[in-house]
């Protein structure tokens, strides 16, 4: 044998190349059984960047299948929570151009939560059904109050209400939510007021 | 202990202290109303419990404490409560929030303020229980709760009291005259922080531009009994912002505060000397705190000063005692020229944190001219007296590259604005720095928010789905039921039977009929 294989060489990279591929083929295939993921990693990635308003707007039932079909190639500007800045990141994330939002779905708005007026609320339980965060408190005939907290603002309870009792406020108003705006960047400043219309 | 420190960067503009005339105080007196924001200091704003109508006493607690980090609101006078509304208070954005309206009757009238006896035998806990039912928050212009900083000594063992003297910025000399005027009950106060806190040694730093008050805080060290052991006075070159919490930490003791911590992961403390005196009051008086010092100074008041002012005096009062005559596009600035604000109102009232009002005029403090594009001169990595890099940081600003600001350190920056000072361009970096972080603290926010939602919806489509199993699962489990019942009963099935029965005769018929 061993002098089979000094008198041609050519079989001893042919033996060599059969072990070498014997084995990582069997650390290829031990690796695929050990370290097999589960689902889709990149919806999973994508998932996370959504904002989990869970409202629908981009026509999937929910941000984990809106995920799922911008993984499989879909549009990524169906997403008016998230905004400009949703888009972007997932633009970063699947190294694509961003686009802008898609005003087809809605435009980009200040946070939000529902606020039930309780008097008014007739306890019909339609808006528990319909909140997809379980953000919504009562019982049949009893009135119903909105953890605002867990409120994602989706707006998905304000239709089902029959006595239009629900409204939608601001979630981040007055003075403990004011943040410093950013500054104009310097190429914009115009010196000479007269400028402004040129450039 | 004798050897002080230098700083990384810093900057020396026109002190203009001479302006207040440090080491005098006059008296403001009371104004018609006074107006108490609910929120003066960090934290969740107190809770009203007076209703309007009542008549209070000076002393008398208008509003409580609400959680961990907060602070109470006391009467500064006696008089009536003639609202509890929306009013303008001093804050960057010119918003308005809840106040307390107060009308004195100018009758003063006190409650029987009760201090400790004797602080030195009681329990640490008792005697910060006493300094948060007096509702000090630091006066220095931050405004954290003190009772809520002076717990720092459950998380570590606090060895160093600092009493931050500096008072770097220009102008503001409140905290100059207190020590001018008030050294013996500095020295008391911090005597009481340190024994709460278990502190053994007491710095006082104060920079060498102030030589009454250094001399008036040597005498008064030197009059005490001092039974805590080591106490000094340290006096350090003027630069600013030396005066930072951080930067005079370094100062003191030529440590610095790990990126992120806090002093007392170093074993300090640093407290104001306003906030000394506040102390005092309160635990050795029972006074809480409803007064202070605040510089009223700039070119267009003629009796620059520093006034002893009721909380929720407007400052419009303030500033008809000093003599205003403002000038075309006045500008009124709460705090100093590197850290204050810009107010939209005079009526704004004076609150725990306001140390200083300032009136300039047009020449003396002009706005800013409009930026420049950033020729990267690196004048500003030269100021900068966290040693950040503001010019890299302003771009990432500009980019909105939060990760990249946070691996820059963001938010070791203390806002002192000594980049944008020396800046050739007039970049308002430090603002740029402001909404940064900001932006980030709401990215994260909304990063929480948003976990948890996922988590909420997707524990709730496992229910709909568990539920919608179970149904199945119970209609399949009827119809099975049902069948086997049919299946079961088929034997004695009267319409089965009775086909059964006719079909039966049919063919006994038919059997008949092909035998006949």
């Not at chain 2, 070159?237 to 003191?252: D, F, M």
């Not at chain 2, 906030?275 to 009051?281: G, H, I, Q």
């Not at chain 2, 990249?404 to 603002?431: M, N, R, T, Y």
Request: proline share 7%.
């Amino acid at each position: 044998m061993l002098g089979l294989l000094t008198h041609y060489p050519l079989l001893t990279a042919l033996t060599a190349l059969l072990c070498l591929g014997m084995v990582f083929g069997a650390l290829l295939g031990f690796a695929s059984v050990k370290f097999r993921t589960e689902g889709n990693p990149l919806a999973e990635q994508i998932n996370t960047l959504l904002p989990q308003t869970q409202c629908g707007q981009c026509g999937h039932p929910g941000c984990r299948p809106y995920a799922q079909s911008i993984a499989d190639g879909g549009a990524i500007n169906k997403c008016p929570p998230g905004g400009q800045e949703t888009i972007d990141a997932l633009a970063n994330l699947l190294d694509i151009e961003s686009q802008p939002l898609d005003a087809e779905h809605g435009v980009e708005k200040e946070s939000r939560v529902a606020f039930i007026r309780e008097d008014e609320c007739i306890g019909c339980t339609k808006c528990i059904q319909a909140c997809p965060v379980d953000a919504i408190l009562g019982a049949a005939k009893l009135m119903h109050t909105v953890i605002a907290d867990e409120c994602t603002g989706c707006d998905l309870c304000v239709e089902p209400c029959p006595v239009d009792c629900i409204d939608m406020v601001v979630r981040k108003a007055g003075i403990a939510h004011w943040s410093w705006p950013m500054p104009a960047s310097p190429e914009h400043t115009n010196i000479i007021a007269t400028d402004k219309e040129a450039a | 202990m004798n050897s002080v420190h230098t700083i990384h960067g810093g900057i020396h503009p026109r002190e203009e202290k001479q302006l207040s005339r440090p080491g005098q105080v006059i008296d403001a007196g009371l104004p018609h109303e006074l107006i108490l924001p609910l929120s003066q200091h960090i934290g969740a704003p107190a809770e009203p419990i007076v209703s309007v109508g009542d008549h209070v006493k000076g002393g008398q607690r208008l509003a409580e404490d609400q959680g961990a980090v907060s602070a109470a609101v006391h009467a500064p006078t006696s008089g009536h409560i003639t609202a509890i509304d929306m009013q303008p208070v001093p804050h960057p954005s010119g918003l308005t929030n809840v106040c307390i309206r107060l009308t004195p009757d100018h009758a003063d009238e006190w409650l029987v303020l009760q201090g400790l006896a004797d602080y030195r035998s009681e329990a640490p806990d008792t005697v910060i229980a006493h300094i948060r039912a007096a509702g000090i928050s630091g006066l220095g212009g931050a405004g954290f709760p003190t009772a809520t900083k002076l717990l720092a000594r459950e998380r570590s063992a606090i060895h160093t009291l600092i009493i931050n003297g500096t008072e770097c910025e220009p102008y503001i000399t409140a905290d100059d005259t207190l020590m001018q005027v008030a050294a013996e009950q500095i020295v008391a106060g911090a005597e009481i922080l340190a024994h709460i806190l278990g502190a053994e040694t007491i710095l006082y730093g104060v920079e060498d531009n102030k030589p009454a008050a250094l001399k008036a805080m040597r005498e008064a060290l030197a009059a005490s009994d001092d039974a805590l052991g080591q106490q000094q006075v340290v006096s350090f070159p003027t630069k600013y912002p030396s005066g930072g919490e951080k930067q005079l930490i370094e100062i003191l003791t030529g440590e610095q505060v790990p990126s992120g911590g806090l002093p007392a992961d170093l074993g300090i403390v640093c407290q104001n000397p306003g906030t000394a005196v506040a102390v005092r009051d309160a635990v050795i008086d029972g006074k809480p705190l409803t007064d202070r010092l605040v510089t009223v100074t700039g070119r267009a008041v003629s009796h620059a000063s520093n006034y002893r002012v009721r909380l929720g005096t407007p400052i419009a009062h303030l500033l008809a005692l000093a003599g205003f005559t403002p000038g075309s596009r006045q500008r009124l600035i709460h705090g100093g020229p590197m850290m204050g604000f810009a107010l939209e109102t005079d009526a704004v009232p004076v609150v725990k944190t306001t140390n200083c009002v300032l009136a300039p005029t047009q020449e003396e403090l002009p706005a800013p001219p409009p930026a420049q594009a950033c020729i990267r001169c690196g004048l500003c990595a030269e100021a900068c007296p966290a040693s950040l890099l503001p010019q890299q940081l302003y771009w990432y600003a500009r980019a909105k590259d939060q990760e990249q600001l946070e691996k820059h350190h963001l938010f070791d920056c203390i806002e002192c604005g000594a980049c944008s000072w020396v800046c050739p361009s007039s970049i308002p970096l430090v603002q740029y720095y402001r909404a940064a972080k900001s932006h980030i603290v709401e990215t994260r926010d909304d990063k929480q928010r948003a976990e948890r939602s996922k988590g909420r919806f997707e524990a709730r489509q496992e229910r709909v789905e568990r539920e919608a199993a179970e149904r199945e699962r119970k209609r399949a489990e009827r119809k099975a039921t049902a069948q086997q019942k049919a299946a079961a009963s088929e034997a004695d099935d009267p319409v089965q039977a009775a086909i059964a029965r006719t079909k039966a005769r049919k063919e006994q018929a038919a059997q008949t009929k092909d035998a006949s």
